[in-house]
């Protein structure tokens, strides 16, 4: 059985959820899937714009990081990693994700899935090194991340910070 690892951080503004993405970017490595969760207006793509963006200004580079949520897919290359950003909100049948290349996509890189419950069994099995983040909204303002980590991402989430 893989390890596992889950830990709770509260997010009270988009400096928080920026600092978050930050602190997950060097972390990433080839073959992982992230998993976003959460009600619209959660954070999603905020926290994926976060992660996506430290991660090239980390490697010298700057691009605007759109939602992908009408094109589906959106690839961004570093020196070191391929990062596929992807919103699963507007697919109808889980067929289409093989139309998508999210299996090459984590051979090669990482895939950043948002709605990922809209993709069906299948896309859980995309990669052993899996990093789930359930986002939610709370009362009191702001937000709340928990992060589950398995396989490799266990080990990585244990000093995690931000």
Known sequence: MSAVFSRDFDLP??????????A???LMAAGDLILLTGDLGAGKTALARALIGAHLAAHGRAEDVPSPTFTLIQTYE??????????LYRIENTDELRELGLAEI?????AIVE???RGGPGLLRLSPSRLDIALSLVPEGGRRA?????????????????
């Open 13 to 22: 503004d988009e400096r928080a959820t920026a600092s978050l993405g930050a």
């Open 24 to 26: 997950l970017a060097p």
């Open 78 to 87: 570093s020196p070191a990693l391929l990062i596929a950003h992807v919103d």
């Open 106 to 110: 984590v051979d090669e890189g990482v």
């Open 115 to 117: 709605w990922p419950e």
């Open 146 to 162: 928990r992060l589950t980590g398995t396989g490799s991402w266990a080990a990585r989430l244990e000093g995690l910070t931000i």
